[in-house]
């Protein structure tokens, strides 16, 4: 067997308290990417969720990269946290990770869910849903709440060609594990980071 890739690289890059810590004192928030893209060979672009950009906002970002260098788009939040079906939606979102795909760039998705969502017949029913709206799309589901964590997982998750993304995390109550399957033929690790003081927030 020949040895496969690993990507590192983190959820979102854009954040004025990096400078000083990680980009050099004085970086303009335009010149991040680039600058991100000559440490990390990947990002997972997270501000997806809030909002679907126009397409022309992820070509942009992708002209800022080298050749080799890989985009994991995040679901929009109406996708993951409000159940949201409308194929309009999801028509929009695909259009705006065209660029991404057009430049060879593109590594797949990720869907991130709430603790809320615990494994039910309606949620299963909404992944069957979201494989269904993005057939052919790479997508690994985030599962938070310890209810998924059941023996058929892997097989079922197999069977609809979605790929399990593997936490770390507090050991709290009620979260996921550090469990790792590997579902599809590409495996995806989160680190969250262990701090269960905060991990609730103010909540």
Known sequence: MSAGAIHVGTSGYSFADWVGPFYPKGTKSGDYLPYYARQFGCVEVNSTYYRIPAPRVLELMERKTPEDFRFVVKLNQAMTH?????????????????????????????????WGFRRTDAAKGHLEHLRAALPGEPLWVEFRHDSWM??????????????????????????????????????????????????WGRS
Do not use: I, M, S
């Open 82 to 114: 409000e159940g949201a079906t409308d194929p309009a939606l999801y028509r929009e979102f695909l259009a705006a990770v065209q660029p991404l795909k057009d430049a060879g760039k593109y590594h797949g998705l990720l869907a991130q869910f709430p």
């Open 150 to 199: 059941h023996p058929r997982l892997p097989e079922w998750l197999r069977e609809r060609a979605l790929g399990y993304c593997a936490v770390d995390e507090p050991g709290l109550p009620g979260l996921v594990p550090p469990v790792v399957h590997l579902t599809t033929d590409t495996g995806y690790v989160r680190f969250h980071g262990r701090n269960d003081r905060t991990w």
